[in-house]
């Protein structure tokens, strides 16, 4: 798919420590240790809905990566899928009298100007489910032809499933127990309870042919593709394994994430299939995670239809850190406008105080885990006194609008 265009990305003098981040299956804040070539899988979209702010919160904490890999030198690839085959995009259809393709083509050119609008960067390879069959195809015939998958014993449905116990480490990503999975299992798209499997928590491979569903022909007979490998496919055939950083939001650590790293293990026999399972913390609104199931949703594109300023709401989602549940409130967007004013006021001032102190601290506290709290409030502290005893520098101004554009992705 043609991704969405990129901001410029200014260039700073010098550099930070080395960016550490928080690993779901170490359950450690350890230093991530890209080679020239950092790479990063982050899970899209499934394009049935506009795209919401618990969305935007989980690819603007993938942006930092991004940026602060991109300022410690390192070209990025970075590759992100969209579900655009999955039951809830043929529900959504259906529901709707839509045609699948055209809902699912809609929601992602509306992502598309979401990710522009709030200066995300974009991925290198941005790749639908659709366009990536023949190779989700692929993985499946190996794995079936490896005995680590299997048809299920329904002679009018024989789909294919993957045998989690052909995967030394599974459970390593999680660190969940048994009983954790199965719940998981149930309340996330698996199917725990489908006769034949030989383990509930044996996962959809491929779904065989299904009358008034969109199928595909191929070897394993016509259907479609399940989900985990649909992202295992994806990653390993841009990235390779053992890739830096493999992203989502924490409610894909189990069974999405386990099952995408078993499939890569099995596939490749190495381990593990990313360095780092990062896993942003859950957006909600009231006492609910937002979530496109429960319907209480804040869409990026109606703030942006409100004339919401995309830096004010930027600036709004990373107030917190990433890796915390936070509720959406407006009051978020009322103190990331004041903060943004007094940002803006202070790099219109024709003199500030020197910033070396200022980007030295920005760095740190993002090779922190993403600690954009501790970010802001430096922020906060530079403009305060510039606001206050001006200083003499007349190029802090600029350096300072500089850094904040580079690393945190907002224009001053
Ligand atoms: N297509 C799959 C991933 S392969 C999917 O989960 N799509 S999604 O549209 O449901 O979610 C897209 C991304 O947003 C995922 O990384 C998901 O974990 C994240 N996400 C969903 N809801 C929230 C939320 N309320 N807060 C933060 N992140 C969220
Ligand atoms: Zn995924």
Redesign the pocket.
């Given at each position: 798919m043609q991704p969405w265009t990129s901001p410029p990305v200014p260039v700073l003098p010098g550099r930070g420590p080395a960016l550490r981040l928080h690993d779901t299956a170490t359950r450690q804040v350890r230093p991530t240790k890209p080679g020239h070539t950092a790479r990063m899988y982050?899970?899209?979209?499934?394009?049935y809905d506009a795209t919401?702010?618990?969305?935007a919160?989980?690819?603007l904490a993938f942006d930092l990566v991004h940026r602060y890999w991109r300022d410690a030198g390192h070209d990025v690839h970075y590759v992100q899928?969209?579900?655009d085959i999955?039951d809830p995009l043929l529900e959504r259809a259906l529901r709707d009298q839509d045609d699948w393709v055209v809902l699912g083509m809609r929601e992602t050119a509306l992502f598309r100007e979401d990710m522009e609008s709030l200066r995300v960067l974009p991925p290198r390879d941005f790749v639908g489910a659709v366009e990536a069959i023949g190779e989700i195809i692929e993985v499946v015939g190996k794995l079936l032809a490896y005995g680590a998958a299997y048809r299920i014993d329904d002679p009018e449905h024989p789909d294919i499933y993957f045998d989690h116990q052909a995967a030394a480490h599974f459970g390593s990503e999680s660190g969940y127990d048994e009983q954790t999975m199965a719940r998981y299992s149930a309340e996330r798209g698996g199917d725990p309870e489908r006769p034949g499997k030989r383990h509930p928590l044996d996962a959809l491979m491929w779904r065989t042919a299904r009358e008034g569903e969109p199928s595909w022909d191929s070897e394993l007979g016509a259907g479609r593709p399940g989900?985990h490998v649909?992202?295992s496919a994806i990653a390993l055939n841009r990235l390779g394994t053992g890739f830096d950083v493999q992203?989502?939001?924490?409610?894909?650590i189990f069974p999405?994430h386990e099952l995408s790293a078993a499939h890569a293990e099995a596939l490749t026999g190495e381990y593990p299939m990313a360095q780092h399972y990062v896993h942003?913390?859950?957006?909600?609104l009231g006492s609910e995670?937002?979530?496109?199931s429960k319907g209480n949703l804040v869409f990026v594109s109606r703030l942006r239809a409100d004339q919401v300023d995309p830096m004010a709401l930027r600036l709004a989602l990373l107030s917190g850190h990433y890796r915390t549940d936070r509720p959406w409130t407006t009051r978020m967007l009322d103190e990331a406008v004041g903060r943004l004013n007094r940002w803006r006021q202070a790099v219109a001032l024709p003199t500030g105080v020197p910033t070396e102190d200022t980007v030295r601290r920005l760095r740190a506290h993002l090779a922190d885990d993403l600690d954009t709290p501790g970010a802001l409030a430096a922020l906060d502290a530079w403009a305060t006194e510039t606001l206050t005893r001006r200083g003499r520098d007349v190029n802090a101004p600029v350096h300072l609008q500089a850094a904040v554009d580079a690393l945190l992705g907002i224009v001053l």
């Open positions: 982050v899970c899209g979209i499934t394009p919401h702010l618990g969305h919160a989980t690819y899928n969209v579900t999955d989900w649909e992202c992203g989502g939001g924490c409610d894909l999405h942003t913390g859950m957006i909600g995670r937002m979530s496109k």
